[in-house]
């Protein structure tokens, strides 16, 4: 669930979305291949189900293969499962700066042909350099067996909590619009006051004029027709 929620922000905000874009640094190649890990599966898993597309920098086959028999088998992967990114033409000394130059480079692409890149580096140092340098890139890394999707941090983080605060915060547009209900509100309070003053300045205050007319000669004599039968039919 929480991996659901980290996934949805980078989509949301900066489009992070499926088919992802993994980069594999030689660190987070090497583990997997030590712990017997299914990389493309248990990242895809992570993903929430979609589709992966594994890369590796050219620089990072160039130091798998500098170490020989010891990173045989994670260069071997690397070859086998990853589309290689040429990365030579980037400041850096090791693969790891010449990574980051490259993602700098990539995010300053033209919008719509810009592809979003996730980053799987068992180097802390280097997830660090890329949050503080790029603003929307996913970090993942193997605890052991377990792979993990770090939360949004550095450039990342920055921008959620502008969000948030943006969410609370009451625009320039919005105060106006509660000024004019404002005032709207007390102008129709003002007027529903004075109505009722009106009404209240209109009603009647004489008696019924039906309650206070003399009774007529032929009311008269009716009621003292009524009377008089009434007593002859007492006695």
Known sequence: ??????????????????PYHIILDGNFIYAAVKFKVDIEERIRKVLQGESVTLYVTK?????LSSLGTKTKLALEFAQR??????????PGEVASEKLVAFLVDSSHERKGSQRKYVVASQDRELRIS???????????????????????????????MQLEDAKSAVTPDEIEVLKIIKEHGTAEEANSESATTERRKRKATAPNPLSTRKADEHSKSTKRKKVEKYSRGRK
């Open 81 to 90: 499962h990853c589309i290689e990114l040429n990365d030579m033409s980037f």
């Open 59 to 63: 620089s990072t086959l160039n130091e």
């Open 130 to 160: 890329v949050s503080r340098a790029i603003a929307g890139v996913p970090l993942l890394y193997l605890n052991k067996v377990t792979l993990v999707l770090e939360p949004p941090a550095g450039k990342s983080r920055d921008v959620n």
């Open 1 to 18: 669930k929480q991996y659901r929620k980290f996934l949805r922000f980078y989509k949301i905000v900066y489009g992070v979305s499926a």
